[in-house]
């Protein structure tokens, strides 16, 4: 689970054939079985990009391949005119080899869009080059694209409209190629470049999800760094800030690039429940440094959390409003009560290290009591507002080994008469 990924990184696309590889093209797609020819006739040679409609009936059949021109071919592969369309271009390789979770992703475009039309396509032969040679080939790749995508709208019943294409790396880039030399204007493009390290089939399994799993869509939310996102102070949706990943992306019109992060869960569905905890932390004594270990367990309507811990970015400000993030791979509901704790002794050599540090500059555990009254929680999918307040009134304080509990007092952060964070006494 458990590592934030941009939203720009999530998705790449290649594909495969089943075993034995595809048959030999001729000028009019694959071959048939012809009389003898006389040895000396060349083999036709393999064209440096080739288009692979995928046919639901048979996932592993090694497709059926278009070719410009030959009407025919549209018919006996069974192109829908009337139908989406999804071009699938995968970037660049190392090993001249079509990568081998295809089947996963064109059987999830085809369970989620029925009768759509999944073209593959392929350009191993100018892919599997120097990684500059493969960049300088990327517009050759994307006229191609486009010249396939004009000779279709001279179809009866085809739209333009209808057509997305779906890029990963420099697939990207021959996409958005295709965008500008096509004749009319592509109904969606998806030039996704990897601008962050993201594990390669990981990425491709988050799209997936998306095709698969539409009924519990992962949610990112835009951040300049990670750092401030694993504080949580990341998580608003207020002018488009907030985005579904993959698949059910909605489109809009920001004007310059941005960074956006997520959390995840190990395997499918991907999804979790992000949310941002605000605690105000306060010190009677001047207790110089200090680095609890403190841990959240959260009570749902639905469900209850396991026992979550609070990243501590950066040092813990005593009298001062701390941000953290927490995420759930269940769906808790409604919250109606928290409880935190402060871990005492523990196994680690780092926390041990870390408590015989603070032991050493303030040795009495009652030293390094803290106060707490209440915590204020926003969720990230929902955006919900809430405010938890001790549930002790007479006891808000905790030290090392110790618990507190808080229950639901209101909707939304503001307290009646309270003052502002920034200014809160105890």
């Not at 486009?146 to 057509?163: H, I």
């Not at 010190?283 to 367990?297: A, H």
């Not at 106060?371 to 405010?387: D, N």
Request: aromatic letters at 10%.
């Amino acid at each position: 689970m458990r590592n934030s990924v941009p939203l720009l990184c999530l998705w790449s696309v290649c594909c495969c054939f089943a075993a034995g590889g595809p048959a030999p093209l001729g000028p009019e797609g694959p071959l048939q079985d012809e009389p003898h020819k006389p040895s000396d006739v060349p083999a036709p040679a393999t064209p440096p990009v080739r288009f692979n409609l995928r046919t639901a009936e048979d996932p592993e059949h090694e497709g059926c391949y278009l070719s410009l021109g030959h009407n025919q071919l549209l018919e006996d592969c069974g192109f829908n005119a009337t139908a989406k369309t999804f071009f699938i271009i995968h970037g660049w390789t190392m090993s001249g080899m079509l990568e081998n979770w295809l089947y996963k992703l064109v059987s999830a475009l085809q369970t989620r869009e029925k009768g759509a039309n999944v073209v593959v396509v392929d350009w191993l032969p100018l892919a599997h080059q120097l990684y500059t040679d493969a960049v300088n080939n990327t517009r050759k790749v994307g006229h191609s694209v486009a010249r396939m995508l004009d000779w279709l709208q001279g179809k009866e019943d085809f739209s333009l409209g209808n057509v997305h294409l779906i890029g990963y790396s420099l697939g990207a880039h021959v996409a958005g190629y295709a965008g500008n030399f096509v004749k009319g204007t592509v109904g969606r493009i998806t030039a996704i470049t990897e601008v962050m390290k993201c594990e390669h089939e990981r990425a491709v399994h988050l799209f997936v999800d998306s095709l698969v799993n539409q009924d519990k869509p992962s949610f990112a939310f835009q951040c300049t760094d990670s750092n401030r996102f694993k504080k949580g102070i990341c998580l608003s949706c207020r002018k488009n800030r907030c985005n579904s990943i993959g698949y059910n992306a909605k489109k809009t019109r920001n004007k310059r690039n941005s960074k956006m992060y997520l959390k995840t869960r190990a395997g499918m569905p991907f999804r979790v429940y992000h949310y941002q905890m605000k605690i105000h932390i306060f010190s009677y004594k001047n207790l110089g440094e200090i680095e609890p270990t403190f841990y959240v367990t959260l009570y749902g309507t639905n469900a209850d959390s396991q026992i979550l811990p609070l990243e501590i970015v950066e040092q813990i400000g005593l009298n001062a409003t701390n941000t953290f993030l927490v995420y759930t791979e269940e769906d808790l509901g409604d919250l109606l009560k928290i409880r935190l704790t402060w871990e005492g002794t523990s196994q680690s050599w780092f926390s041990l290290w870390k408590e015989l540090r603070s032991y050493l500059s303030q040795p009495r555990s009652s030293e390094r009591e803290l106060a707490i009254r209440r915590i204020r929680v926003k969720s990230g999918e929902t955006q919900r507002k809430l405010t938890f307040c001790v549930e002790d009134h007479e006891n808000s304080s905790i030290a090392p080994g110790q618990e507190l509990w808080f229950r639901k007092c209101r909707d939304g952060w503001r307290m009646k008469n309270e003052t502002s964070p920034a200014v809160e006494r105890p």
